[in-house]
């Protein structure tokens, strides 16, 4: 098969891409090396906002397409997307409340209508929100913005990719590729140790951090580059009873965000470190472990330590390096994106530098606006009211969704329905189809995680290991004992 478009990388630029390319009737191919979302995507502090912080640098334009994105995808996957209040601790008498308040009111101004509650102050030492903040804090703002199970947003794009006729290729990395008569050629190998070609009209390098390094393989010499920014997260045993999240500011000028986490947690982040080699994993080093404790207790009148840290996650964020600047001041580089088509012997060539998860729709809509001319017989603009699988409901009908589900199947327990619900969606009822008694969900391998949902997890969403399942399909890892992965494990091994 001739492709029109290769697509190298599985995160969510690349998934988004596919996906948008392939409702639009074009052939596509994905390669990640890894599986899905396994790098930067997977790592996020799971947000999808319109960038409070980034109003103090002035990007407008930024804020303004994530606000609007914001909306849209609040829509389309009301499952694992759903709103989440912001609370703004103020210290008495600083100037610094006055600009924060200015930012809200453009914040809310910008979004225009939205279904989300606008800003408001509260008098903390009043509030049940208090919740052991220091008594120098006597008020705060709360603000909203979303949060979004991250890494299944990235597969979901690619479930509905294969549906629509996508090849996606996990564990398969790009090796290299080449130019053959009117056509490219990308080299794959596999974790088999196969090696394929794959022959296509357009190459588009969503690798991520990895972009620079892919485009050596053709010498490409951009005028485009980035910078590659560590951020590490830890997580903790639920800090507050309230569902609120907060949003701390740093003398530094840093934000820290402390988010409601998988219902038992709190999840702390994020750090920037320069990330100076791609090749080396990201780790929470100690400093920036020791960072977040000492940002965290400034706040708090409980004194956290690291024994209570239960996780900790690191990914490296590609960062468009709009001057080729590497003395600038992290928190100030853009977190827009640049889109770079290039031909080569008039072969096109698409690199994405920079990106968020807010915006990958909208990028993906960009890139395919990019190859229109390339493409003039592919389909119009589609997913901004297209709900992602599972999708189709509106997020205020959710809880009603959760005790229908739960009414239909009592025996998965209140927990359980509205995990399922929150991972799949109105999927939960196609995984559940031939689920008459309790007996049917098979084997439970711990935490509600049964046969029958790792046998679709393994059938339909592309995974192929317990840390698959653990941490990218859902995010049981946290509650899993060594025990109970390897049982998992052993049973993956006698279905692949």
């Not at 409702?23 to 799971?46: F, N, P, Q, V, W």
């Not at 840290?309 to 080729?324: A, D, E």
């Amino acid at each position: 098969m001739i492709y029109d478009i290769f697509i190298i990388g599985g995160g969510i630029n690349g998934c988004g891409v596919a996906r948008d390319a392939s409702g639009r009737g074009l052939k596509i191919c994905l390669a990640e090396m890894d599986d899905l979302a396994s790098g930067t995507s997977s790592a996020s502090t799971k947000l999808i906002h319109g960038g409070l912080r980034y109003l103090k640098y002035f990007d407008f334009k930024l804020v303004k397409e994530a606000l609007k994105e914001r909306e849209v995808l609040l829509k389309i996957m009301p499952h694992i997307c759903w709103p989440m209040r912001f609370l703004i601790p103020l210290e008495s008498f600083r100037i610094n409340n006055f600009f924060i308040r200015c930012g809200l009111f453009i914040y809310d101004y910008i979004a225009g209508y939205s279904t989300l509650k606008k800003t408001k102050s509260i008098n903390l030492q009043n509030s049940i929100l208090n919740s052991f903040v220091k008594s120098k804090f006597k008020k705060a703002f709360i603000y909203s913005d979303c949060w979004v199970e991250d890494s299944r947003l990235v597969v979901l794009n690619a479930v509905d990719a294969k549906k629509m006729g996508a090849n996606i290729l996990t564990r398969t990395k790009v090796i290299n590729f080449t130019k053959k008569g009117s056509l490219w050629s990308v080299t794959t190998k596999n974790k088999k140790g196969e090696i394929h070609e794959h022959l296509c009209k357009c190459i588009v390098n969503a690798s991520g951090p990895w972009v620079e390094n892919i485009n050596q393989y053709i010498s490409l010499k951009s005028a485009y580059s980035t910078r590659l920014i560590k951020g590490s997260h830890l997580v903790v045993d639920k800090l507050f009873d309230h569902n609120h999240a907060f949003f701390l500011t740093g003398k530094d000028g840093r934000i820290i965000f402390v988010i409601p986490f998988q219902d038992e947690f709190s999840l702390i982040g994020t750090t920037e470190v320069v990330h100076q080699n791609i090749e080396i994993k990201p780790n929470c080093s100690d400093e920036e472990t020791n960072y977040l404790l000492n940002f965290i207790n400034s706040y708090f009148s409980f004194n956290l330590k690291k024994d209570q840290i239960i996780s900790t996650f690191s990914g490296v964020r590609p960062l468009y390096n709009k001057k080729k600047q590497h003395n600038e001041n992290i928190s100030s580089i853009t977190r827009d994106y640049v889109l770079n088509l290039e031909y080569l012997d008039h072969l096109p060539f698409l690199t994405i530098y920079g990106g968020k998860l807010t915006t990958f729709r909208k990028l993906s809509e960009n890139v395919l606006s990019k190859l229109k001319d390339f493409f003039p017989e592919m389909g119009h603009d589609w997913t901004m009211k297209k709900p992602l699988p599972g999708g189709d409901f509106l997020v205020n009908e959710k809880k009603e969704i959760i005790i229908k589900l739960q009414k239909s199947y009592p025996y998965l327990g209140q927990n359980c329905a509205k995990r399922f619900i929150n991972y799949y969606g109105t999927l939960s009822y196609q995984i559940l189809k031939n689920v008459k008694s309790k007996k049917d969900l098979g084997i439970n391998f711990g935490h509600s995680l049964t046969e029958i949902e790792v046998d679709w997890l393994l059938k339909n969403e592309f995974a192929n290991s317990a840390d698959d399942i653990l941490w990218r399909r859902t995010k049981l890892g946290l509650k899993f004992n060594k025990s109970q992965k390897n049982k998992l494990t052993k049973w993956i091994e006698t279905r692949i």
